[in-house]
């Protein structure tokens, strides 16, 4: 997996360091690497959701009529956003692998997510705990 202890300023934005090695964990069938880069990714694009709650049905002859008229754009997130994302997919791992480890049977699942969170946690220049 692709780690770094180079200093944050030098590197390209997070976003692009998890899409560059989403497809590197692919190829090396590393499953918790491929499943941690996809959540956190998702979450991110989750993130940039508008939301719609306040479209309501009307009238046809007032709807938008166009190719892309009635596209919104999508939230701009800072790295920070984007860092401060990331930092709660670690957290919401490791906060469940200790649930899994106060069940019988549960010491795999509690490792998988650990190894997740480690796995991001390398994109965050922390190196990995546990």
Known sequence: MIMTTEHPADL???RDRLRT??????????????????SALAAIDNAE????SDVTAGAIESSAVG???AERARRVLTEADIVSIVRAEIDDRRTAATEYDAHSGGADRAETLRAEANTLEG????????
């Open 12 to 14: 390209p934005p997070l």
């Open 21 to 38: 090695a989403l497809p590197v964990a692919m190829k090396a069938r590393d499953r918790s690497a491929t499943a941690a880069l996809r």
């Open 49 to 52: 959701a508008v939301d719609a």
């Open 67 to 69: 190719l892309g008229t």
């Open 123 to 130: 994109f965050l220049g922390g190196g990995a705990r546990d």
